[in-house]
């Protein structure tokens, strides 16, 4: 069983590691929208 656990282990790894890139990017996106908005009116 120990590779399956070590398979698991590297599947939960890579999830987690989306997960957080997704939502760092995702954060970024609005951040950026947040800022064009702010300092340009929306115009761009």
Do not use: E, Q
């Not at 957080?20 to 761009?44: K, T, W």
């Amino acid at each position: 069983m120990g590779g399956w656990s070590c398979l698991i282990y590297i599947w939960y790894t890579l999830l987690y590691v989306n997960a957080v890139v997704f939502l760092f990017l995702f954060i970024r996106g609005l951040f950026y929208d947040y800022i064009r908005v702010s300092v340009f009116g929306g115009a761009c």
